[in-house]
């Protein structure tokens, strides 16, 4: 992310760490300048067994004499590909119950003849989603265990996802 200072500022601000029910963000640097664009980096960790869901994390500037509340939303998912070059993992096994989230990281519209989009379909036509464009995503729940190879209409990509008894 990249901060600008605007306005009657401090001209800097230390940034607190942001943590809520097995989310954590820290920042990097965590001591930045505001009188110049400052770039920082949030390192968002998720311990084991913290449950799918969306996180709303509030992080601290302190500054100046003065604190600045940031909120963040931070969305856990159990298994997680990305789309785009390829499916990345491109095979991936998970235990009967488990839900699957693609979300498309690139190629915005008009990088591909077909507007840049993007979507799953499952070769044994179980489901199919819908167009994905940049940082959309859509997810599946496997109810029953299998091999379940997917394509994209849109590119020549393929994948398997492998569902095991849990």
């Given at each position: 992310?990249?901060?600008?200072?605007?306005?009657?500022?401090p001209?800097?601000?230390?940034?607190?760490?942001?943590?809520?029910?097995?989310?954590?963000v820290?920042?990097?640097?965590?001591n930045?300048?505001?009188?110049?664009?400052?770039?920082?980096?949030?390192?968002?960790?998720?311990?084991?067994?913290?449950?799918?869901?969306?996180y709303?994390?509030?992080?601290?500037?302190?500054?100046?004499?003065?604190?600045?509340?940031?909120?963040?939303?931070?969305?856990v998912?159990?298994y997680?590909?990305?789309?785009?070059?390829?499916f990345?993992?491109?095979?991936?096994?998970?235990?009967?119950?488990?839900?699957?989230?693609?979300?498309r990281?690139?190629?915005?519209?008009?990088?591909?003849?077909n507007?840049?989009?993007?979507n799953?379909v499952?070769?044994?036509?179980?489901?199919?989603?819908?167009?994905?464009?940049?940082?959309?995503?859509?997810?599946?729940?496997?109810?029953?265990?299998g091999?379940f190879?997917?394509?994209?209409?849109?590119?020549?990509?393929?994948?398997?996802?492998?569902?095991?008894?849990?």
């Amino acid at each position: 992310m990249t901060i600008t200072g605007l306005g009657n500022l401090p001209s800097s601000v230390d940034l607190q760490p942001a943590m809520s029910s097995g989310v954590a963000v820290i920042f990097s640097p965590s001591n930045i300048s505001l009188l110049s664009q400052a770039s920082v980096q949030a390192l968002i960790s998720v311990k084991n067994g913290t449950k799918p869901g969306n996180y709303n994390l509030q992080a601290v500037a302190d500054g100046g004499g003065g604190s600045f509340n940031l909120s963040l939303s931070i969305q856990v998912v159990q298994y997680l590909v990305a789309i785009e070059p390829i499916f990345a993992p491109g095979n991936l096994t998970v235990t009967v119950g488990s839900t699957v989230t693609w979300i498309r990281l690139n190629a915005g519209l008009g990088e591909h003849e077909n507007n840049g989009s993007q979507n799953i379909v499952f070769n044994n036509h179980m489901a199919s989603s819908p167009q994905l464009l940049q940082w959309q995503s859509w997810s599946y729940a496997f109810t029953q265990a299998g091999s379940f190879p997917y394509t994209s209409t849109y590119q020549n990509e393929s994948a398997v996802v492998t569902v095991i008894p849990s």
